[in-house]
């Protein structure tokens, strides 16, 4: 079992900035790739970033790429998101998720997902 604690999540005003963290307790942190997933009201949960188990591959889906940045630190179990030029559209709940294996983009694929954490950009 990988337990995921999403934190950081909070009200920013549009073109802000926020960074997520997500900490793992549990099996071997550095054997997922870990990913980032979001959920708006009345929105099916989407993928916005990977990273691979050794963050030496990182993947963006076009709606957060040069915005978003993902990166991990596997001394300190944990995952980072850091968000800038946030846009109203970005509020969501956000999902950090961890992964064994590389199909990085299919959330079915996630092994275990944290509970999330809510995003709010006002205009």
């Known amino acids: 079992q990988v337990q995921l604690v999403e934190s950081g999540g909070g009200l920013v005003q549009a073109g802000g900035s926020l960074r997520l963290s997500c900490a793992a307790s549990?099996?071997?942190?550095?054997?997922?790739?870990m990913g980032w997933f979001r959920q708006a009201p009345g929105n099916e949960r989407e993928f916005i970033t990977a990273i691979s188990w050794s963050g030496g591959s990182t993947y963006y889906a076009d709606s957060v790429k040069g915005r978003f940045t993902i990166s991990r630190d596997n001394a300190k179990n944990t995952v980072y998101l850091q968000m800038n030029s946030l846009k109203p559209e970005d509020t969501a709940v956000y999902y950090c998720a961890a992964l064994r294996g590389t199909n990085y983009y299919d959330q079915n694929g996630y092994n275990y997902w944290g509970q999330g954490t809510q995003v709010t950009v006002s205009s």
């Open positions: 549990g099996r071997t942190f550095s054997n997922y790739a």
